[in-house]
């Protein structure tokens, strides 16, 4: 990944699509911020059905880290958001978990 850093977007996209993740990433996402949400998105979804499978594994420890390590980036974003008076419309863009599914 390290060598993508440097490559346009167009070839890193073309290089995401042939992988595993080339369902999160849509093709039409314009810049490199995009795909990052994308990629979380897909990220969140993933650690989400840990919990529809077998409970007693260390992966659902993992996959509970994961989702409250989401869940504290979103009340910081949302505080940080309070502290610099953004409008809702820009606030909800912040949230990873919820990025979609709410509106004003």
Do not use: C
């Not at 911020?33 to 077998?54: G, P, R, T």
Request: positive net charge; without cysteine; hydrophobic residues 45%.
């Amino acid at each position: 990944m390290k060598s993508l850093a440097s490559q346009p977007l167009s070839s890193i996209l073309q290089a995401i699509a042939t992988s595993y993740y080339g369902k999160a990433v849509s093709p039409l996402a314009r810049d490199a911020v995009e795909v990052e949400k994308a990629l979380e998105m897909l990220w969140i979804e993933e650690n989400e059905k840990v919990f529809l499978h077998y409970p007693f594994t260390l992966g659902l420890i993992y996959a509970y880290a994961n989702l409250k390590y989401v869940e504290l980036k979103d009340v910081r974003a949302l505080l940080f958001s309070k502290l610099m008076n953004l409008p809702p419309q820009k606030m909800l863009t912040l949230i990873a978990r919820h990025r979609g599914k709410l509106s004003f």
